[in-house]
């Protein structure tokens, strides 16, 4: 998967991340692990431990041919917004999760189009991402 789940250990016991809408299949090369994205998608995060807790997200984004901006927002929020190229750039935001479920959704501000051979319509990627859970209050 693209992801990883770490922190302290009870609470990643009571949290877990779903790609839902707007992915394509997990890939992964030398380990790198990535997914594509149509133009917006979405990582259900549930948080099944009572208080809120700390989310620290942190990895990498890309475009599939142009330059193009990557907004994450969570709800109303705008919690990452930056421009990508077909390079990598850094991806990295906080935030408290509270109890339930969140749904961080990535949206590009272009359409996707397909590129050279691949049959899908490709906007950005995601990879490497490292999501961290910690005490809210805690060291991240």
Request: net charge positive; proline share 7%; glycine share 10%.
């Amino acid at each position: 998967e693209f992801f990883q789940l770490r922190g302290d250990p009870a609470l990643r016991a009571a949290v877990r991340v779903t790609p839902a809408n707007g992915w394509h299949a997990p890939e992964g090369l030398r380990g790198h692990h990535w997914r594509w994205s149509k133009e917006r998608a979405e990582l259900r995060i549930a948080n099944n431990a009572v208080p809120p807790v700390a989310l620290t997200v942190r990895g990498r984004a890309g475009s599939a041919s142009d330059l193009r901006r990557l907004r994450i927002s969570i709800g109303e929020r705008l919690v990452w917004d930056g421009e990508i190229g077909k390079g990598r750039s850094e991806i990295r935001f906080e935030c408290l999760l509270p109890p339930g479920e969140s749904v961080p959704i990535f949206a590009s501000d272009k359409p996707a189009e397909k590129v050279g051979t691949d049959s899908r319509e490709l906007a950005f990627r995601v990879s490497n991402l490292e999501i961290v859970v910690q005490p809210a209050g805690g060291t991240r």
